[in-house]
């Protein structure tokens, strides 16, 4: 019986070890080490900071929902990966032993890269964790009762620009319901090269919807930005020519400012030999395998994917829901098939596809493959994505309280799209 450690319990990591659950039977022992207790929806944290939903409305408690998958739980922060002995050093003192290992952690946020930003010793929210969010809702209410400027953005080196473009419109849409829009002078800062770049050179006519959106909700946009320090209330930017030169400098005023940091890998791999690269995300091949340890796989936020293209200021790529359950299938079918003795051979489709909720709109995109030129680069606006992204929360939630891998119809769909590129089995 081989035991399978699934490490980190989130939109990648939770998904994975049903996935493998329903791949392997019950002829092998799964466990999940996460230092968190519960599965949050990540995709609802802008929700979450502006009151419309409730933290624990996104919250899953995963010890009871494995325990009927017959999936062990362990909660227990990993605070080393131990490639040569197959080990994982716990927080808790404990060590793991592992047959094959898939590492799924997310990314750490790289709040202290920029002095003065993030939400612990800084001055600007996150809505990267459902705790960020939980404590930007309170600030919310607060700046609600006394209106200023706000701020927005991604800073150099993100990877995650939809949700900037989200939570800026989610905010704009909060202020409009309130009445209190017309006290509220709002800017967008973001390190990409021009709006709705997205980290993948603009999907469909991105760059026109967004350019517009944002023009229509008069918010103020600066691109190519850098952030070179937060201070209480006034965020310092330079606007960078494409030489690398600085073309003007602002000093921003707020009143309000969330900011999407650049993402790292953990303190748990990162320096790890072969494992990972210089910034601690992990190296795997086509199959989510890493080269060095061929029993280590990966899937989500911290795998190593290489930017598009080198601008002046750092622009990483997204790893979106859609691409990291691609990642999670092939990781699951490929331990089945070296535990029963074959080859890897199933590979991820690494598309995009997004909807990107506006409070009361919003914009949808479909890139296949995700770096261009793409089979299928599509992009859409209309109320319909608004009430989408609602459905779609409600459906993804169902799914892991209930503990369901990916159901046949899901599965259907996907693979008539191609987001599963999934080899016969033989
Ligand atoms: C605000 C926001 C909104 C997003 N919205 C969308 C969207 O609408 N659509 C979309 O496709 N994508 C979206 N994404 C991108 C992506 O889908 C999410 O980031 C997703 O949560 C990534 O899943 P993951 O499993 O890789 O990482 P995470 O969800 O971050 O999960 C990582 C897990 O590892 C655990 N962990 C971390 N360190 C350790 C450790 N040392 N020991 C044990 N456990 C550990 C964490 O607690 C967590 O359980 C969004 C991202 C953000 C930040």
């Known amino acids: 019986m081989a035991h399978i450690v699934v490490l980190g319990a989130g939109l990648g990591g939770v998904p994975m070890a049903l996935e493998a659950r329903r791949e392997l039977g019950r002829d092998h022992k799964i466990t999940v080490v996460s230092d968190k207790d519960t599965f949050h929806f990540t995709p609802s944290n802008p929700w979450v900071a502006v009151n419309w ?3 624990e409305q996104i919250k899953v408690d995963l010890a ?3 325990a009927k998958k017959g999936i062990e739980f362990v909660h227990a922060a990993a605070t080393e990966v131990r490639p040569e002995a197959n080990q994982i050093a716990l927080e808790n003192g404990e060590t793991l032993t592992y047959d094959y290992l898939v590492i799924a952690t997310g990314p750490e946020l790289a709040f202290d890269e920029i002095e ?3 939400p612990h010793g800084g001055f600007t929210q996150s809505v990267c964790h459902v705790d960020h969010a939980d404590d930007a809702s309170g600030v919310w209410d ?9 701020v927005v953005g991604a800073v150099q080196g993100a990877s995650c620009f939809g949700p900037a473009y989200e939570f ?4 704009e849409t909060d202020l409009r319901k309130r009445k209190i829009r017309d006290q509220v002078p709002m800017t967008f800062v973001t390190s990409e090269p021009y709006i709705g770049h997205l980290g993948l050179d603009g999907v469909g006519d991105t760059k026109g919807l967004l350019e517009s959106e944002l023009r229509n909700r008069h918010i103020k946009w600066i691109t190519s930005a850098r952030v070179t320090k937060v201070e209480d209330g006034v ?8 030489d690398g030169t600085v073309k003007k400098t602002h000093e921003l005023p707020f009143g309000y400012s969330m900011m999407l940091p650049a993402f790292r890998g953990i303190p748990a791999v990162r320096g790890v030999e072969g494992l990972v690269n210089p910034r601690g995300f992990v190296l795997i091949d086509e199959h989510q395998r890493n080269p060095a340890h061929a029993n280590i796989f990966s899937v989500g936020v911290c795998v190593a994917i290489p930017p598009m293209d080198t601008y002046a200021v750092p622009v990483g790529v997204p790893k979106t829901g859609f691409m990291i359950e691609s990642m999670v299938m092939a990781a699951a079918r490929n331990i089945r098939d070296e535990l029963d003795g074959k080859e890897a051979r199933h ?3 690494w598309n995009a596809v997004c909807l990107a909720d506006f409070g009361d709109g919003g914009v949808a995109f479909v890139a296949m493959p995700q770096i261009p030129p793409r089979n299928v680069n599509w992009s859409a606006e209309g109320g319909w994505v608004h009430l989408g992204k609602i459905a779609f929360e409600k459906y993804f939630l169902g799914k892991i309280r209930s503990g369901q891998a990916e159901p ?6 996907f693979e008539m799209m191609g987001v599963h590129k999934l080899k016969p089995d033989t």
């Open 53 to 55: 939903r409730k933290a």
């Open 64 to 66: 009871p929902m494995f």
């Open 116 to 118: 003065g930003l993030g």
């Open 142 to 150: 607060n700046f609600v009762e006394n209106p200023a400027p706000i």
């Open 168 to 171: 800026a419109m989610i905010l």
């Open 235 to 242: 965020m310092h930017v330079e606007e960078v020519n494409e």
């Open 347 to 349: 590979v991820a489709t």
């Open 408 to 413: 046949f119809y899901e599965r259907a769909l």
